[in-house]
């Protein structure tokens, strides 16, 4: 029998799915609490940008304003799907409590935002099937520094403004966030010198802008993220979260799918600032 709407539990519809899948994920990558998502219709996402912006001139009184014109431009990409499986026997199905798809569909979502996020501060590589990342980016702008305070995090901040944005977060490996957050104002003190988020449990903020960790992050590099949609995580409406047991059907056990398209889009490289740790 086909599976519809009328007949498929309540745990399948786009509002359960959006419990399962969606927010979990969204919660869960590093990316994203960086940068924020946009929920995207269609196949492809786009990205107005300015790429000249009109120029004023002073003006005698009663002579003609001479007239200039914005350069626009976009970028656009297609989308990349993340997709997981996992296979249980029909009796664990039946008989498990909690509900085996909650247990599963956490399992799933926090697989999709790990790899959602190894793809984003990563490179794509020779990979065709997967969205270009941070380390693909040749247009950021580049501060190299030892972690002996808090410099090279004031270079990038201000490398940003430099360029007209502002930094909204900085990530980090937790194993260069634990170091950042051990950084003492001198070495007969105990005073750091950087300070808890009082928003945020276990993150610390340099200057103003909070240091997330992320594992996906490689260690001795970190990356300043700027805000305002100059980085952008789109995720395509219509994540699918699905079951079967056709191709299971002489072992007895039930597949449970989970797949979620989403892309990455830079409109501002040079806003974003990837610090090299000497």
């Given amino acids: 029998m ?4 009328t007949n498929a539990k309540s745990s399948f519809l786009p509002d359960q799915i959006e419990a399962l899948v969606v927010k979990p994920v969204i919660a869960a990558s590093v990316a994203i609490q960086a940068v924020g998502s946009t929920a995207v219709d ?26 200039s014109d914005a350069s626009l431009g976009e970028v656009a990409s297609g989308f990349y799907k993340l997709a997981g499986l996992s296979i249980v026997s029909s009796e664990l199905a039946e008989d498990s409590n909690p509900d085996i798809l909650n247990i599963v569909g956490q399992g799933l979502s926090n697989d999709i935002a790990a790899s959602l996020d190894k793809a984003f501060f990563g490179s794509h590589g020779k990979t065709l099937n997967m969205p270009k990342g941070l380390k693909d980016l040749t247009g950021v702008n580049k501060v190299t520094g030892a972690l002996a305070n808090l410099d090279v995090f004031l270079e990038a901040i201000y ?8 930094l909204a977060t900085f990530v980090a490996n937790p194993a260069d966030a634990l170091k950042i957050a051990k950084l003492k104002e ?10 808890p988020d009082p928003t945020r ?27 305002a949609g100059r980085v952008v995580v789109a995720i395509r409406k219509g994540t699918e979260l699905a079951t079967s047991s056709d191709a299971m059907f002489t072992s007895d056990r039930l597949a449970i ?13 040079a806003a974003i600032q990837k610090i090299t740790l000497s």
Avoid at 53 to 67: C, K, Q, R
Avoid at 211 to 225: F, H, N
Avoid at 257 to 269: I, Q, V
């Fill in 257 to 269: 799918r989970a797949t979620m398209r989403a892309a990455f889009l830079f409109p501002h490289e």
């Fill in 42 to 67: 269609g196949n492809v996402v786009r990205v107005p940008i300015v790429d000249a912006f009109p120029t004023a001139s002073w003006t005698d009184e009663g002579a003609e304003i001479v007239a």
């Fill in 186 to 195: 001198s070495t007969s003190s105990n005073r750091g010198l950087v300070q």
């Fill in 201 to 227: 449990p276990g993150v610390s903020q340099v200057s103003g802008v909070p240091v997330l960790p992320s594992p996906a992050v490689t260690e001795g590099e970190i990356w300043g993220l700027p805000g």
């Fill in 2 to 5: 086909s599976m519809l709407t």
């Fill in 159 to 166: 490398g940003a403004q430099g360029v007209g944005a502002n």
